[in-house]
């Protein structure tokens, strides 16, 4: 009896801290829990079956807390289908299951959305913010969540640390430094928390210095940065059942070099102010209200000022971004009938100008000319969505649905106008569409150990404000200028993932889980002649503009196998793949370096797809845990699966290893010394950017020794 | 109707619709229409002096003012290509580019493949913009190499170059003096100046050129190669005599001397077409 007892408490231990690192429950958020809840906890492990019917990654901020981690995108690669497009040291724009940009929707706090100000994309959203003040990272494939906004084929919510009510007066220090050779970066940060269970209260700062590269080929890349941040939040519990939480976020870039682009980084300055409130318990079947608005600025410069093309043309592009917003959400309940609705409103507004300056040497006499030209001109689009779910357990299983419908505009104060032949390439500027985002979603559990969810989905979203309205910037994967298109229509996404998981306590936990997705009006670049416009980039061959293509697909799989977390060895291992495939596409024909003619491709390979790639990682927990040696092997296959219609090119696999030691003696303490890129390995991901002016691919660090000190009270 | 057959019978709407909604969102492909008869043309572009072909930096060449010169470069654009149908109407090549740049020195540029199909038929001649015109000459659409380098400065006009011949001439003295003969929007200058400050007005000087002997005829699939030859020494005879030694070495900023080489340039190209085609 005392066995069967122990078996089933390590079966509930074992799958509740699985579910802490891998699935936390749809409805298990601040919305539906007590204000008791929301009392910190040295260490939170959830207990009993998930009920998400979509894949869900949840990563804790000790995941990555000891890791050298310079930027999220680049941590965020370790998951099973993300990738990353690295332009540059920091920066690295994540792809989900080869959905991209803004294809992939990157949020704070499960609402604040950010607009980066670079047209290159130099400053994705994740870049606006470290991961030192991360707590809890959600990837959430596929376009079936639709209370944080739409979704097409993502949505990745960064949680970030915000002052919460102590039962009695408490206040909690943290130090943290790291040092990383090869490109000796150096990280400090320092963070403060405290109050009691009225008046609660964060703040946190940091330093981040790294230099260039050297990758496993002993070229040194450009690659240096500097950031600056600073948080400070404040909380007050207006009453028991009601709470405010104001919170401010400053962020800011400083000579980030990015060789695989045209431009640096001279400057990028993030504001970032929050305003949460949140009411519980109202009533028998209003469970709660929270309402969360938003503003966050950003201020970008960047130039071409140390590199060689200035010689002969000086750039300077500055750009103004800013999104607010705000999202109200109610939570109701009867019986088992769980129904969360809500409103939503987010606003972008854009405005650039690129500075260029020609100097020229003729006869004897200098002349130098100087153009201003729009990025943006006071481009805007808002958003209104209303959202709905609903959620009940039906016939031993659980059954939820959700709704989303999207009103948006968009407009903009472009003078630019490009009508050619009868063609009008970018004319009117005005749009509006009404979209219709729905999920269905079960999860069964078919006997004790094994687990079926099958999900359905359509998400729909509009064109960016990048993609209707930017005018000769190279924003994409190749260096072509690209031209926005006010007309674009809204792309969508009809998916449906099925899943099995298999978990047995002292077999661990197996899922095994696949994808089909049919996106219609997908967006792509499509070339201009350059009879009709010629790029203004230095390096561009031409200028493409986005533009709908009829359909994709896209297919693949994911595979993982998680030890139990109540041994002492653990192992991890997942294996994942994605395939995209354009039906219908169109190849410019080359000869002699001229575009002599076009030709159909049938079913050609969508760009831009990571290929297979496996992950092993090994660790075993010495002195009850407190020292834990940690050993991972990451293997990637070639890609061969190219598109000939977007020029792609073929990359070769790699394998590459790391190892690392944690050593944490009390709990005052923790230390992590570790090596990356064990073997010094030269490779490049099948994303990384071609190097400005080359068709070399930027490749990724060499050997990288590093350590991290954390010392908290 | 119980509870649960109201659910079950909303389960099975909220079915129905979401599958409508997904088959509605499946666009059916659309019929493609066979290509239009046509062909293609190849420009292979050549430059001469007195029928030879050129060769630089050689003290060879004698102008019809008598100068000994030598050239040193040779580049151009061409735009607006356009052949002239027997029924009247005509194609005017730009579904690519609809500018060209040749030179001398860089080998891929005197061979045009042209994006454009060609409609089959009888084609009675061939016409092209020297230079490029005023609508299409704005500074700043070129910014890679070799193009760029051909950028006019703003304050002169903007836009670039139509042609820049560079080379050096024997002057009376017998030294070698280089000379710039560079063809673009012209000045016109208050007084006897040539100050940027006293501009107060600008000259277009590109032109049209008719080829002769440029008809031919279209067949489906063909694909013809038209040798266009740059006769260099009539930019100094034809109808002006152009004399190195009166006007200087550079004439970007003298108007009087690029409208005499602009008038000059009406026969400075030749055609053939290639055997075989």
Redesign the interface.
């Known amino acids: 009896m005392k066995k069967k007892s122990l078996n089933h408490f390590k079966r509930f231990f074992y799958i509740g801290f699985l579910g802490s690192l891998i699935e936390i429950p749809i409805f298990m958020n601040a919305q539906e829990t007590s204000a008791q809840d929301t009392l910190q906890l040295s260490e939170v492990e959830v207990y009993g079956k998930s009920v998400n019917f979509y894949p869900i990654t949840v990563i804790p901020a000790k995941t990555f807390k000891f890791e050298a981690v310079r930027d999220i995108g680049d941590f965020l690669r370790q998951e099973t289908n993300v990738s990353g497009i690295r332009k540059g040291g920091v920066g690295i724009d994540p792809v989900v299951r080869g959905f991209k940009y803004s294809q992939v929707t990157v949020l704070l706090n499960s609402g604040v959305k950010i607009e980066g100000g670079c047209p290159n994309r130099m400053d994705p959203v994740a870049a606006h913010v470290e991961s030192e003040n991360i707590k809890k990272i959600e990837i959430i494939k596929g376009p079936y969540v639709l209370k944080y906004g739409p979704v097409l084929g993502a949505l990745i919510n960064l949680e970030t640390t915000l002052p919460h009510p102590y039962a009695k007066p408490e206040i909690h220090g943290e130090v943290l430094y790291g040092f990383e050779t090869n490109w000796n970066g150096q990280r400090e940060h320092i963070a403060l928390e405290g109050g009691n269970d009225k008046f609660f209260f964060n703040a946190s700062g940091g330093f981040k210095g790294y230099g260039s590269y050297t990758a496993g080929n002993d070229i040194l890349y450009n690659t240096s940065f500097q950031k600056l941040y600073g948080t400070a939040g404040a909380g007050f519990a207006i009453s028991k059942n009601h709470q405010i939480i104001l919170s401010y976020a400053y962020d800011q870039g400083k000579n980030i070099l990015f060789p695989a682009l045209p431009m640096d980084e001279r400057l990028d300055q993030t504001h970032v102010g929050s305003f949460n409130y949140t009411g519980r318990n109202l009533g028998k079947i209003w469970q709660s209200v929270e309402f969360q608005g938003y503003f966050s600025p950003v201020h970008h410069v960047m130039d071409n000022l140390k590199r060689p093309t200035a010689k002969?043309?000086q750039s300077v592009t500055i750009v103004d971004a800013w999104n607010g917003g705000g999202k109200l959400t109610g939570n109701l309940q009867k019986g088992a009938h769980k129904f969360l609705v809500g409103l939503d409103f987010e606003h972008v507004y854009k405005d650039g100008d690129k500075q260029?300056t020609?100097k020229?040497v003729?006869?004897g006499d200098t002349?130098i000319?100087v153009?201003h030209a729009n990025v943006w001109l006071n481009a805007n689009v808002n958003n209104a969505g209303a959202f709905a779910e609903y959620k009940v357990p039906?016939r031993k299983l659980d059954f939820t649905?959700a709704l989303r419908l999207d009103y948006n505009q968009a407009t903009s104060s472009d003078t630019f106008r490009l009508v050619k032949n009868g063609i009008a390439y970018f004319d009117d500027l005005n749009s509006n569409y009404l979209n219709?985002s729905?999920s269905?979603g079960l999860k069964k559990q078919l006997v004790s150990w094994l687990y079926l969810s099958a999900s359905?989905g359509?998400g729909t979203r509009s064109p960016s404000v990048l993609e209707r309205f930017i005018k000769l910037m190279p924003v994409q994967y190749d260096s072509y200028d690209y031209l926005g298109n006010p007309q674009l229509k809204p792309e969508?996404n009809?998916q449906a993932d099925a899943s099995f998981e298999f978990l047995e306590p002292d077999f661990g936990s197996l899922s095994v889980g696949g994808f089909v997705s049919?996106v219609?009006d997908y967006i792509i670049g499509k070339i201009v002649?350059?009879?009709v416009i010629?790029?203004?980039?230095?390096?561009?061959?031409g200028v493409k503009q986005f533009s709908n293509t009829?359909?994709v697909y896209l297919t693949g799989f994911e595979v993982s196998y998680q030890s139990p977390t109540v041994k002492k060895w653990g192992l991890l291992a997942q294996v994942a793949a994605t395939y995209g495939t354009q039906p219908?596409a169109v190849k410019y024909i080359v000869?002699?370096?001229?575009?002599?003619?076009e030709e159909s491709v049938k079913n050609d390979p969508l760009p831009e797809i990571p290929p297979l790639e496996g992950t092993v990682r090994f660790s075993y927990k010495f002195f009850r845990g407190k020292l834990i040696p940690n050993a991972s092997v990451r293997m990637v296959s070639e890609q061969n699966r190219i598109s000939q219609s977007y020029g792609e090119s073929k990359t070769p696999g790699f394998i590459t290893a790391a190892t690392s030691v944690s050593y944490a003696p009390c709990r005052f303490a923790s230390f992590v010394a570790g090596v990356e890129n064990m073997f010094n390995t030269p490779y490049y991901e099948h994303l990384n950017r071609r190097m400005v002016g080359t068709t070399q691919r930027l490749y990724e660090p060499g050997r990288v020794f590093y350590f991290t000190v954390i010392f908290k009270i | 109707m119980a509870m649960k057959e109201k659910?079950r019978f909303f389960l099975k709407t909220?079915f129905l619709i979401?599958l409508a909604?997904?088959l509605t969102?499946?666009?059916k492909?659309d019929k493609t229409t066979p290509p239009s008869p046509s062909g293609?043309i190849i420009f292979s572009i050549n430059h001469q002096v007195n029928g030879q072909t050129l060769t630089e930096n050689d003290l060879i060449y004698t102008n019809a003012a008598g100068n000994v010169y030598l050239i040193t470069e040779v580049k151009y654009f061409i735009s607006d290509i356009t052949f002239y149908k027997n029924d009247g109407s005509k194609i005017v090549i730009?579904?690519?580019?609809?500018?060209f740049y040749v030179d001398e020195n860089i080998p891929?540029t005197k061979?045009?493949?042209?994006?454009d199909n060609i409609p089959t038929g009888t084609y009675d001649s061939i016409s092209l913009t020297f230079g490029i015109s005023e609508q299409k000459n704005k500074?700043?659409?070129?910014?890679?190499p070799p193009e760029?380098d051909m950028?006019w400065?703003?304050?002169?006009g903007?836009g670039y170059h139509y042609m820049m011949i560079n080379g050096k001439w024997k002057d009376t003295t017998g030294v070698n003096q280089p000379f710039?003969f560079h063809l673009g929007i012209g000045q016109l200058y208050h007084g006897n100046t040539t100050n940027v400050d006293s501009i107060y007005a600008f000259v277009q000087n590109y032109f049209t050129v008719h080829l002769p002997g440029s008809g031919f005829t279209m067949n489906d699939q063909d694909t013809l190669t038209l040798n266009l030859s740059m006769n260099i020494e009539k930019w100094f005879e034809n109808p002006h005599i152009f004399d190195f030694n009166y006007w200087g070495g550079?004439i970007?900023q003298n108007q009087p001397a690029m409208q005499m080489a602009k008038e000059n340039g009406w026969d400075v190209f030749s055609i053939k077409f290639q055997p075989g085609n």
């Open positions: 002969t043309m260029m020609m020229m003729m006869e002349f000319s153009k039906f649905a219709v729905f269905l359905l359509k969508n009809y049919l219609t002649p350059p009879s010629k790029p203004s980039t230095q390096g561009a061959p009829d359909k219908e000869s002699g370096g001229q575009v002599t003619g | 659910f909220l979401l909604n997904y969102g499946c666009k492909d293609k730009g579904d690519w580019k609809d500018i891929e061979t045009i493949r042209f994006f500074s700043y659409m070129y910014v890679n760029v950028f400065p703003e304050v002169l903007g710039n550079a970007m």
